[in-house]
T-cell receptor
Framework: QKEVEQNSGPLSVPEGAIASLNCTYSDRGSQSFFWYRQYSGKSPELIMSIYSNGDKEDGRFTAQLNKASQYVSLLIRDSQPSDSATYLCAVKPRSSASKIIFGSGTRLSIRP | DVKVTQSSRYLVKRTGEKVFLECVQDMDHENMFWYRQDPGLGLRLIYFSYDVKMKEKGDIPEGYSVSREKKERFSLILESASTNQTSMYLC????????????FGPGTRLTVL
């Protein structure tokens, strides 16, 4: 079992709809969770971090964390074509002082 | 804002050459990382450093070495470049402690011919 799993997609969502991206992780003691956005040919850009159960909202983005079920999700409201990118989920395991483990990413495509 | 810079955006080298990739961060971060990213394989950690002159192997250290002589600078060295090291190389840094967000540089696309 991979430490951090994401559906590779592509996930196709109509413009203006809600895009929902999911991620599961294997280390129950994981403490920190991150979502990165990566445009083709560019480096990953941090868009959200979440540390406690529940929802965290930042503009059109909402991160949701459920430690009991070991999943973290990212919702993008009012999806725009500029949201088309690969979204990487990353998790800091309990055993790690500073390393984080990245999922392989979900490719999101927003169709006009 | 955290700024992480990398010495080159694109680099073309020949098989057997020694290659240096440099990364500099300006936020006094303790930890620095080198990854490579290949289609279908995701981000793979090569080496990381948690302090000056300190380093730890990541998941794929073979064929690479690193150097951290100053806190702000972390270098990746390909001792003898091979074609299978053609990849996108990404440097990242993080403050450490309770703050684990990694901030990435723009990446270096290395082609080994």
């Amino acid at each position: 079992q991979k430490e951090v799993e994401q559906n590779s997609g592509p996930l196709s969502v109509p413009e203006g709809a809600i895009a929902s991206l999911n991620c599961t992780y294997s280390d129950r003691g994981s403490q920190s969770f991150f979502w990165y956005r990566q445009y083709s040919g560019k480096s990953p850009e941090l868009i959200m971090s979440i540390y406690s159960n529940g929802d965290k909202e930042d503009g059109r983005f909402t991160a949701q964390l459920n430690k009991a079920s070991q999943y973290v999700s990212l919702l993008i409201r009012d999806s725009q074509p500029s949201d088309s990118a690969t979204y990487l989920c990353a998790v800091k395991p309990r055993s790690s002082a500073s390393k984080i483990i990245f999922g392989s990413g979900t490719r999101l495509s927003i169709r006009p | 804002d955290v700024k992480v810079t990398q010495s080159s955006r694109y680099l073309v080298k020949r098989t057997g050459e020694k290659v240096f990739l440099e990364c500099v961060q300006d936020m006094d971060h303790e930890n620095m990382f080198w990854y490579r990213q290949d289609p279908g394989l995701g981000l793979r950690l090569i080496y990381f450093s948690y302090d000056v002159k300190m380093k730890e192997k990541g998941d794929i250290p073979e064929g690479y070495s690193v150097s951290r002589e100053k806190k702000e600078r972390f270098s990746l060295i390909l001792e003898s470049a091979s074609t299978n090291q053609t990849s996108m190389y990404l440097c990242a840094s993080t403050r450490g402690g309770s703050y684990n967000e990694q901030f990435f540089g723009p990446g270096t696309r290395l082609t080994v011919l």
